[in-house]
């Protein structure tokens, strides 16, 4: 195999459990590698992006053994400690060597890949076509023994066993045997490279036992400023039948009452809020799944509740309504919805965790409260709306950057010819 990109326009696939035309990071940077030159083609196994060729899903028997690989992780973590978050299982998946995007690919992008698309088999299989995979990591799964983020838990550092997740007391449990999975992949195959989104991870990548000795590189996810961009402020919450002299206060998740997502250090900040004497009235604007009349009664300020938005069109005009986007996760990597309010001018409440402090400018752009500190949070919010703080989105995001660290990340790959000598499929 020659240098990469040698014969004409380097042909990249990006590997992705789920394609969406909206908030979907594998498709925004597809279509900023199309618009850089690359000839970048995604798969996955769901997809709801119809009507392009270089967007492809898998067939029934894929999403079968998808379906199959689910029940059995539902089953296995049945009695898991949910409060800890995700534990993602890799028993079975797809085998994609002989695919035509797999076999005309120069370089192998693998995203989130779980949920029953790719085990850690298939991507060993993939790994044997001698093709550089680049492994983006959007949580801590990739460096786990299954955890998507591992709180307090340092074991990942060394070897992980006896999960804190998992029911039982067993030094060789489910998560010894998926991190002694990955241990013998990562250690087989030196065309492996590592991307940390966030400066958080990619610090905990150098020091983690299954990733400290293969190459890591900082590259940040990207947003398309060309949709995400402010536009009038009070346009924006009349479409939404939101009144222009309150303060909006916006919060997203996929899941409100997620673990990671910290909503209960929201509510009671908003409590703490209420009994400030603010001099304006609030409105609080939530989107995402979960939402019930139990969240609204618990919050004493005027809600509108927008649901699970699809359409990044929408969501723009969410941030652009918010005055305040907040953001109380008690564990993320680097949230898109911080970039996305950013570059739409809305400034971004945040805990001081994981990669908001890579996005958030203390007091400029935003406001860091203390890690699990409601009260700072609800003085974040106020700070905010007594200084009339404005978003902006750091250049070290900007599209133009991104491109950059791939070509730099590429130019490293062809220096060090690591993945030549492939096996045959």
Known sequence: MGEIGSNGKTKILHLQFGSSPSGNYTIRQHEAFLEAGFDSKVLSLNSLVFGDPRIQKLGKAAKLKGRLNQHLMKFVTRK????????????????????????????????????????????????????????????????????????????FLTHCHNCPILPGDSIKDLSYRQFEEKRRFYGKYDHLFFVAPSIWLYNLAQKAALTRDKPIFHIPNVIDTAIFKPFDKNVAKKIL?????????????????????????????????????????????????????????????????????????????????????????????????????????????????????????????????????????????????????????????????????HLDLISYINKHSVYSGADQV
């Open 80 to 155: 898991a400690d949910k409060s800890y978050g995700l534990f993602s299982c890799s028993f079975i998946g797809s085998d994609i060597r002989r695919h035509p995007l797999v076999m005309e690919a120069d370089l192998i992008y693998v995203h989130w890949v779980l949920g029953g698309f790719l085990s850690i088999k298939n991507l060993e299989q993939l790994g044997r076509l001698g093709k550089p995979m680049i492994i983006i990591m959007h949580d801590m799964w990739t460096i786990t023994g299954g955890c998507s983020h591992s709180f307090d838990c340092q074991k």
């Open 241 to 405: 039948n939101l009144e222009e002299k309150d303060f909006v206060i916006a919060f997203g998740a996929n899941w409100i009452d997620s673990p990671y997502k910290g909503w209960k250090y929201l509510l009671s900040a908003l409590q703490k809020l209420n009994e400030k004497n603010l001099h304006r009235e609030i409105q609080i604007l939530i989107f995402g799944s979960g939402a019930d009349d139990r969240i609204k009664n618990a919050i004493p300020f005027k809600v509108k509740f927008m649901g699970f938005v699809k359409d990044d069109y929408a969501t723009n005009l969410i941030y652009n309504a918010s005055d305040v986007f907040v953001v109380p996760s008690v564990a993320d990597n680097l949230p898109t919805t911080i970039l996305e309010s950013l570059s739409c001018g809305t400034p971004v409440v945040g805990f001081s965790t994981g990669g908001i402090p890579d996005m958030i400018d203390h007091k400029v752009n935003g406001y860091l409260a203390r890690q699990r500190d409601a009260d700072d949070l609800a003085d974040g919010i106020a700070y905010v709306m007594e200084n009339n703080l404005q978003g902006q989105l750091k250049e070290r995001f900007s599209r133009a950057r991104f491109i950059q660290d």
